[in-house]
């Protein structure tokens, strides 16, 4: 069993930066492809990006690519999203996601969540 935590989540103007985290208790953490999810109102939950066991592979969701960076500190049971250059589209409630085994961009395939931090960009 796995619990997420995230945080870091708030309001920003369009440009701005933000880092999400996502602690995890367990001792397993290390053991499981991690991954950020967003929904954004009126809108279905969407990937956007993981990180595979290892930290050797990442995936990201073509919008985000080269503005969202995703990494992970197994030796703080954390997993976090760097978010750059936000835009508008950006807002939503973001969520992390844990991954025992299964495609990285699939929704379904995540067996753990957490509740999710708001994230707002103004413009």
């Known amino acids: 069993q796995v619990q997420l935590v995230e945080s870091g989540g708030g309001l920003v103007q369009a440009g701005g930066s933000l880092r999400l985290s996502c602690a995890a208790s367990?001792?397993?953490?290390?053991?499981?492809?991690m991954g950020w999810f967003r929904q954004a109102p009126g809108k279905e939950r969407e990937f956007v990006a993981a990180?595979?066991?290892?930290?050797?592979?990442?995936y990201y969701e073509n919008s985000v690519k080269g503005r969202f960076f995703i990494s992970r500190d197994d030796a703080k049971n954390t997993v976090y999203l760097q978010m750059n250059s936000l835009k508008p589209e950006d807002t939503a409630v973001y969520y992390c996601a844990a991954l025992i085994s299964g495609f990285p961009r699939a929704e379904g395939d995540y067996a753990y969540w957490g509740q999710g931090t708001q994230v707002t960009v103004s413009s």
């Open positions: 990180i595979s066991w290892s930290g050797g592979n990442t």
């Open positions: 367990g001792r397993t953490f290390s053991s499981y492809h």
